[in-house]
């Protein structure tokens, strides 16, 4: 049996994330305070009692889901057993760290640069992002690009379910013409902006600068990358990825095919939530899945 850990991206985080791991464990509780050290404020407050919305801030949800997923894998010890990892977005870092490709101090501080880097290109541009239900990829591909507004797949996330992202106008028109299509759902979702498009450039370049100098190291077992969808073990292919991510799409539902290819049998999530598991169900019913 393989297994294949799998790590959440943005939109998982829940109030209350990681309380369990922090006071249960010691080691936990001073990876977490080391984590408030390097951020410079106490993210564990905003983790355990903030508000939703406090937590729905990019510069906070994006350390809090890394932070949780990573601490969480590191609680399993030896019973971390992977065979292949795969992070869906902001997840690929803590796949990394999981994978011992980045440190856990390097992975955190890339991790809230990304966050910052995203909220001021979110902030510099109108955007958003909106879930398509019910179309195959192709059929929004096509629609797309009918439009002259900036509008791109985001994630495919699984057969019939494609996220898009783009300019506030462009989402509109896409949701409209997408519903003309067939599409069974066609809903904007409560975001910070459209992240995998081109409109995050400016943070694709702050980014870059910050990745080459970070040190990458092989990784105990392949990592699935996001804008490809292949196992690499190759630290200049894993940075040359990374940096290419923010602006490509997340390529989900080739990743969990190639998975399953490649003889994953059992997909482990690890960090906040189920949604992964319901996203790998949906490529295959011959899977199992179950939460760290």
Same mark, same amino acid.
């Given at each position: 049996?393989?297994?294949?850990?799998?790590?959440?991206?943005?939109?998982?985080?829940?109030?209350?994330?990681?309380?369990?791991?922090?006071?249960?464990?010691?080691?936990?509780?001073?990876?977490?305070?080391?984590?408030?050290?390097?951020?410079?404020?106490?993210?564990?407050?905003?983790?355990?009692?903030?508000?939703?919305?406090?937590?729905?801030?990019?510069?906070?949800?994006?350390?809090?889901?890394?932070?949780?997923?990573?601490?969480?894998?590191?609680?399993?010890?030896?019973?971390?057993?992977?065979?292949?990892?795969?992070?869906?977005?902001?997840?690929?870092?803590?796949?990394?760290?999981?994978?011992? *490709?980045?440190?856990?101090?390097? &992975?955190? =501080?890339?991790? /809230?640069?990304?966050?910052?880097?995203?909220?001021? #290109? %979110? !902030?510099?541009?109108?955007?958003?992002m909106a879930a398509i239900i019910g179309l195959d990829d192709d059929v929004v591909e096509g629609v797309l690009e009918g439009i002259s507004e900036v509008v791109v797949? *985001?994630?495919?996330?699984?057969? &019939?379910? =494609?996220?898009? /992202?783009?300019?506030?106008?462009?989402?509109?028109? #896409? %949701? !409209?013409?997408?519903?003309?299509?067939?599409?069974?759902?066609?809903?904007?979702?409560?975001?910070?902006?459209?992240?995998?498009?081109?409109?995050?450039?400016?943070?694709?370049?702050?980014?870059?600068?910050?990745?080459?100098?970070?040190?990458?190291?092989?990784?105990?077992?392949?990592?699935?990358?996001?804008?490809?969808?292949?196992?690499?073990?190759?630290?200049?292919?894993?940075?040359?990825?990374?940096?290419?991510?923010?602006?490509?799409?997340?390529?989900?539902?080739?990743?969990?095919?190639?998975?399953?290819?490649?003889?994953?049998?059992?997909?482990?999530?690890?960090?906040?939530?189920?949604?992964?598991?319901?996203?790998?169900?949906?490529?295959?019913?011959?899977?199992?899945?179950?939460?760290?």
């Amino acid at each position: 049996m393989k297994r294949a850990y799998v790590f959440p991206g943005q939109g998982a985080q829940f109030v209350g994330m990681g309380k369990d791991l922090y006071d249960s464990s010691a080691d936990a509780r001073n990876m977490f305070e080391k984590a408030n050290e390097i951020l410079g404020f106490r993210i564990t407050d905003l983790m355990f009692s903030a508000t939703d919305e406090d937590l729905r801030q990019t510069k906070v949800t994006q350390p809090a889901i890394f932070l949780h997923s990573v601490i969480l894998t590191q609680s399993l010890g030896k019973d971390f057993l992977p065979d292949m990892v795969a992070g869906h977005s902001l997840g690929e870092f803590s796949a990394l760290v999981a994978a011992q *490709a980045l440190t856990f101090e390097d &992975g955190l =501080v890339l991790v /809230s640069k990304r966050a910052q880097a995203m909220q001021k #290109a %979110c !902030e510099k541009e109108p955007s958003t992002m909106a879930a398509i239900i019910g179309l195959d990829d192709d059929v929004v591909e096509g629609v797309l690009e009918g439009i002259s507004e900036v509008v791109v797949p *985001a994630n495919y996330n699984s057969p &019939g379910q =494609v996220v898009i /992202s783009g300019s506030e106008a462009g989402i509109i028109m #896409a %949701c !409209e013409q997408l519903k003309e299509a067939g599409a069974r759902r066609a809903m904007p979702l409560k975001v910070g902006g459209a992240f995998h498009s081109p409109l995050m450039e400016p943070a694709r370049l702050e980014l870059a600068e910050a990745i080459n100098q970070a040190s990458l190291n092989a990784p105990i077992c392949p990592v699935y990358q996001n804008v490809d969808a292949k196992p690499v073990s190759d630290p200049e292919t894993i940075r040359k990825n990374l940096i290419d991510q923010l602006t490509s799409p997340v390529r989900w539902t080739e990743i969990m095919q190639n998975m399953i290819a490649d003889g994953a049998t059992l997909f482990i999530e690890a960090g906040p939530g189920k949604v992964l598991q319901g996203l790998v169900r949906k490529v295959s019913g011959d899977v199992e899945t179950q939460s760290a």
